[in-house]
């Protein structure tokens, strides 16, 4: 039932640490997730950097934060400034180009605090790829919600088990967040031979689940089998997310710049370097530098989480 288990991969982003799970050398994408980080868990001491993440620019990608806990404050070239707190989505589509920060509130940093969520990267498909770009918030009553006999689920973007979320997507996929009691079974959204998503995977924020008779932590996602309908049990309390979709078609992936033209990232390059993308009105103090070419052409992964 599993095609493979990815460990997610431990990176120090200056104090903040998160897991990268995708884009993993065996398995670039599943469906149109082109990317996916889990930030933390971490707890912060009164005065701590959490989440500070400067002015950065990204293509060709819809980007979504998703919190278990903590807030973290979005500012964008757009305009637009909005705090993202747990049960909540902040969905921003780049298209063609913009530029934003994630940081933590003033505030808040003076309070300290947890910092747990998961950021995604959803490529666009190739009409879409050059749209304008966009940013959306939506509140817990844009994300059908369910509970029921120690299971709680929230749809946070695209459609599953009849519901659909109020994010507007652009591709066909689910995203879906399960809070599981010890012992509780539960059913991901259907693959491709009952009429469903044709890339699934489960990915294990917190606690243990049971796929089948493999074992999954904290840290792991399992790509599951395009025919496959297991069913999942909670070994202990855990978070989990499950998330899939349609393919898009191949993507090449360089710093925070998503396309499926290598000329196209050549050009956010220059622009990004040459100063032609403007800053957030509201963060224009500073800005992350395009990182020096290496030596030997690669396909360097992204540096960051957002």
Same mark, same amino acid.
């Given at each position: ?30 469906? +149109? ?12 001491? #009164? ?25 973290? /404050? ?11 707190? *747990?049960? =909540?989505?902040?969905? /921003? ?6 530029? %934003?920060? =994630? ?10 605090? #947890? ?9 666009? &498909? ?6 304008? *770009?966009?940013?959306? %918030? ?5 994300? #059908? ?26 591709? +066909?996929?689910?995203?879906? %967040?399960?809070?599981?009691? *010890?012992?509780?079974?539960?059913? &991901? ?7 469903? /998503? ?90 992350? *530098?395009? &990182?020096?070419? #290496?030596?030997?052409?690669?396909? &360097? =992964? ?5």
């Amino acid at each position: 039932m599993i095609e493979m288990v990815i460990d997610a991969r431990k990176k120090d982003l200056g104090g903040f640490e998160v897991g990268r799970i995708l884009p993993f050398h065996a398995r670039r994408m599943v469906g +149109p997730f082109v990317f996916l980080d889990q930030m933390g868990p971490a707890e912060f001491a #009164p005065g701590a950097d959490s989440v500070n993440v400067r002015p950065h620019p990204h293509i060709g990608l819809s980007t979504l934060t998703y919190l278990f806990e903590g807030e973290i /404050m979005h500012r964008d070239n757009l305009g637009f400034t909005q705090a993202i707190r *747990p049960g =909540e989505v902040n969905w /921003m589509t780049a298209g063609k180009g913009i530029v %934003h920060s =994630e940081r933590t509130d003033p505030l808040k940093k003076t309070q300290g605090g #947890p910092m747990h969520g998961m950021q995604a990267w959803i490529a666009l &498909p190739d009409e879409a790829e050059e749209t304008d *770009p966009a940013f959306f %918030h939506h509140g817990e009553p844009d994300l #059908p919600a369910y509970e029921n006999g120690g299971l709680f689920a929230r749809l946070v973007a695209g459609e599953a088990y009849g519901a659909a979320a109020s994010v507007k997507t652009s591709s +066909p996929l689910f995203y879906v %967040h399960w809070e599981m009691e *010890p012992g509780v079974r539960s059913a &991901p959204p259907p693959g491709k031979g009952a009429g469903g /998503m044709s890339e699934r995977a489960v990915f294990v924020a917190r606690g243990s689940i049971e796929i089948g008779d493999r074992v999954l932590h904290a840290g792991q996602m399992a790509v599951l089998e395009a025919h496959a309908e297991p069913t999942i049990r909670a070994l202990e309390k855990a978070s989990v997310m499950l998330l899939g979709g349609e393919p898009v078609g191949p993507r090449i992936i360089w710093w925070n710049f998503v396309s499926s033209s290598q000329a196209r990232i050549d050009q956010a390059k220059a622009d990004w370097k040459a100063g032609r993308m403007t800053l957030p009105s509201e963060d224009s103090l500073e800005f992350i *530098p395009l &990182p020096e070419e #290496p030596a030997v052409a690669s396909k &360097p =992964e992204p540096t960051h989480p957002v």
